[in-house]
Nanobody, 124 residues
């Protein structure tokens, strides 16, 4: 069993930056694929970014490519999402998740464990 806790959300103006963290407990994350998803009001939860267990492979949704960076520190059992040049359309609850997969997958059903989410609000 893996427990995931996100932090770092908040209110930021358009063009600003935030860094989200996801701390894991229960089992080590070192062998697991990690992903960040987001869900805006009235919309489906969507993939934002994913990183392989080694950190050597990353995948981004087109909507965040070039602005968001996912990284991980397996020694600290923590995954990060650096978000720059934020836009109002980035407003959502952001969730981290992990999966027992070797390659990055973007489908939420592939992820077995989820955090409770952290709210990110970008004002215009």
């Amino acid at each position: 069993q893996v427990q995931l806790v996100e932090s770092g959300g908040g209110l930021v103006q358009a063009g600003g930056s935030l860094t989200l963290s996801c701390a894991a407990s229960g089992r080590t994350l070192s062998s697991k694929l990690m992903g960040w998803f987001r869900q805006a009001p009235g919309k489906e939860r969507e993939f934002a970014a994913g990183i392989s267990w080694s950190g050597g492979s990353t995948v981004y949704a087109d909507s965040v490519k070039g602005r968001f960076t996912i990284s991980r520190d397996n020694a600290k059992n923590t995954v990060y999402l650096q978000m720059n040049s934020l836009k109002p359309e980035d407003t959502a609850v952001y969730y981290c998740a992990c999966a027992n997969r070797l390659r990055v997958v973007t489908t939420k059903n592939e992820y077995a464990y989820w955090g409770q989410g952290t709210q990110v609000t970008v004002s215009s």
